[in-house]
Nanobody, 124 residues
Framework: QVRLVESGGGLVQAGGSLRLSCAGFGRNFSSVTMGWFRQAPGRNREFVAAISWQYGRTYYADSIDVEGRFIISRDNAKNTMDLKMNDLKPEDTAVYYC???????????????WGQGTQVTVST
């Protein structure tokens, strides 16, 4: 069964850090772009970051203040992807999803494979 499994979410105080991990099973994800999305209560799911498969080119959302605070990386040999989140803010509170193999563009949430999500809660 092809699936993605996230881990590393939790409760952290504002200004703290968390590292989310995404592990792929059932296929080799090393030849597809992978990304992170998040969904806060009452809001649509939104793009956070993505990383290409070939050269590791990274993409970060412009509409939310993540570039410079979040770092996306991947290890193709281990079939994993990480999101290191620093200087977390209460507005970063959301369920974070990893995804693989976008249909159109890295920024749209039409990836072919999704994880189940992991909760990140940032307290004041």
């Amino acid at each position: 069964q092809v699936r993605l499994v996230e881990s590393g979410g939790g409760l952290v105080q504002a200004g703290g850090s968390l590292r989310l991990s995404c592990a792929g099973f059932g296929r080799n994800f090393s030849s597809v772009t992978m990304g992170w999305f998040r969904q806060a209560p009452g809001r649509n799911r939104e793009f956070v970051a993505a990383i290409s498969w070939q050269y590791g080119r990274t993409y970060y959302a412009d509409s939310i203040d993540v570039e410079g605070r979040f770092i996306i990386s991947r290890d193709n040999a281990k079939n994993t992807m990480d999101l290191k989140m620093n200087d977390l803010k209460p507005e970063d509170t959301a369920v974070y999803y990893c995804a693989a193999d976008p249909v159109h563009t890295v920024y749209w949430d039409d990836y072919r494979t999704w994880g189940q999500g992991t909760q990140v809660t940032v307290s004041t």
